[in-house]
C-alpha cells in the first residue's frame, strides 16, 4: 500500500480546484448575461480556463515522464496540477496570460523539470514532450465540439465568441509547441532521434527558440501566414472568423463593450 506522502503526491491541489471554480462561475455568468460587463465575463471565462488549460498541458507532460521512468515526478508536486510549483512560474503561467491579454496568442511555456536520464527509449523522450501540445489539441477538440457537432442552436452569442476565441488560443498553443525549434515541445519530439553532435550543436540555442519565433511572428508575411493557417483549423473545426474576431473584442472589456450585431444580421 501506497503512504500517504506517496498518495498526497497526486491529490489534486486547491489552486487548481480555485482556477476551475472560476471558471465554472464565469460560464455560468456568460451563458446567463448575469455580469454587468458581459466582456467581464468572457474575460474571466478565457482567462482561467487557458490557466487551467496550462496546468493540464504541464501535467500531461510530468504524468507521461513518470510512466516513462522519472519517478522524481511526484515529489515535485507536478501530480497535484498546482501551477505554483512548476520551475518557472512567470514563463509558465504569468507571460502566457500577457501574450494573451496583449496579442491574442497562446503562448507555449516550459514548466516542468523532468529529469531526462531516468527515462530509457527515444520513444518515451518523444511521448513525453509531445503529451504537452497533444493536450492543447484535445482542448481545442472539447472547446470545438459544439461547433463540429453543430449544436449551436440556444447558445447564447456572447458564450459561443467566447469559444471561439478560447478555441484559436488552443489551437495557436499547439501549432506554436509542435514546431520543432529548440526549446519548444516539437524539438523535443525530434531531439532523441538526433545524433549526439546534432544535439551539442542546438543546445545553445534552446533558451532563444521562443523569442527567436515570436521575432519571426512580427515580420507580417509570417504573421498572416500563421493566422491563415489557424483560420483554415478552425473553419474545419465549424469556428469561424466571426467567431474569433468578437470573442476576442469581448475579452477586451476594458476597451468598452462593443455593439455586437446578431448572427442573423
Same mark, same amino acid.
Request: proline share 7%; aromatic share 14%.
Given at each position: ?9 497526486? +491529490? ?107 527515462? +530509457? ?6 511521448? #513525453? ?12 477538440? #472539447? ?16 458564450? +459561443? ?73 478552425? +473553419?474545419?473545426?465549424? #469556428? ?26
Amino acid at each position: 500500500m501506497a503512504s500517504p506522502a506517496v498518495r498526497g503526491e497526486g +491529490r489534486v491541489s486547491p489552486v487548481f480546484l480555485a482556477l476551475v471554480a472560476i471558471m465554472a462561475v464565469s460560464i455560468w455568468a456568460v451563458w446567463t448575461d448575469y455580469a454587468a460587463s458581459p466582456g467581464f465575463g468572457v474575460f474571466l471565462f478565457i482567462v482561467s480556463a487557458w490557466l487551467v488549460s496550462l496546468c493540464l498541458h504541464e501535467y500531461a507532460h510530468a504524468r507521461t515522464a513518470l510512466h516513462g521512468g522519472d519517478i522524481s515526478i511526484g515529489e515535485k508536486g507536478y501530480l497535484t496540477l498546482n501551477p505554483l510549483k512548476y520551475t518557472h512560474a512567470l514563463l509558465s503561467i504569468v507571460l502566457p496570460v500577457i501574450f494573451v491579454i496583449m496579442g491574442g496568442i497562446g503562448l507555449p511555456g516550459g514548466a516542468v523539470f523532468i529529469e531526462r536520464h531516468r527515462i +530509457r527509449g527515444r520513444w518515451k523522450h518523444s511521448l #513525453v514532450s509531445a503529451a504537452g501540445p497533444l493536450t492543447n489539441v484535445l482542448f481545442a477538440l #472539447v472547446v470545438t465540439a459544439p461547433f463540429w457537432l453543430d449544436a449551436m442552436d440556444g447558445v447564447p452569442d456572447h458564450f +459561443r465568441y467566447a469559444l471561439g476565441f478560447l478555441a484559436l488560443l488552443q489551437v495557436s498553443a499547439a501549432i506554436l509547441n509542435l514546431l520543432p525549434v529548440p526549446g519548444l515541445d516539437g524539438y523535443g519530439v525530434i531531439e532523441p532521434w538526433l545524433s549526439y553532435k546534432v544535439r551539442r550543436q542546438v543546445e545553445p540555442f534552446a533558451p532563444f527558440g521562443l523569442l527567436a519565433v515570436f521575432g519571426f511572428l512580427w515580420i507580417p508575411e509570417v504573421n498572416h501566414a500563421f493566422f491563415d493557417m489557424i483560420d483554415a483549423i478552425l +473553419r474545419a473545426l465549424g #469556428v469561424t472568423p466571426w467567431d474569433t474576431y468578437w470573442g476576442q473584442e469581448l475579452f477586451r472589456f476594458w476597451q468598452g463593450t462593443p455593439d455586437i450585431p446578431s448572427l442573423g444580421a
